[in-house]
């Protein structure tokens, strides 16, 4: 089994900033790819940023210069800091990671359970 257990979500008033913090843990052997995406009402679930094995940075268009991807590789985290957030940054975010687990088979997604961002005054 894989867990992704997510934290930092909360309610800011626009302008303000947030850090999302996830860890992966279980039976794991690597992990590669790992990001946030969100998911506003109403609205499909988009990618907001994902960092490779290699750090090669991607980002929505909508967040670029105001959010900032880390990870740290040895303890399976990934953090997103959220700055200047807008009100249409109100979304539940869910941390993501492809892994290849203990026991073999190919390399498998897995999502955390969502955190609520909402930005409002």
């Known amino acids: 089994q894989v867990q992704l257990v997510e934290s930092g979500g909360g309610l800011v008033q626009p302008g303000g900033s947030l850090r999302l913090s996830c860890a992966a843990s279980g039976s794991i052997i690597r992990t590669y790819v790992m990001g946030w995406y969100r998911q506003a009402p109403g609205k499909q679930r988009e990618l907001v940023a994902s960092i490779t094995t290699g750090g090669i940075t991607n980002y929505a268009d909508s967040v670029k210069g105001r959010f900032t991807l880390s990870r740290d590789y040895a303890k399976d985290t990934v953090d997103l800091q959220m700055n200047s957030l807008k009100p249409e940054d109100t979304a539940v975010y869910y941390c993501?990671?492809?892994?290849?687990?203990?026991?073999?088979?190919?390399?498998?997604?897995?999502w955390g359970q969502g955190t609520q961002v909402t930005v409002s005054s």
């Open positions: 993501y990671t492809d892994v290849t687990r203990v026991g073999g088979g190919p390399r498998r997604g897995y």
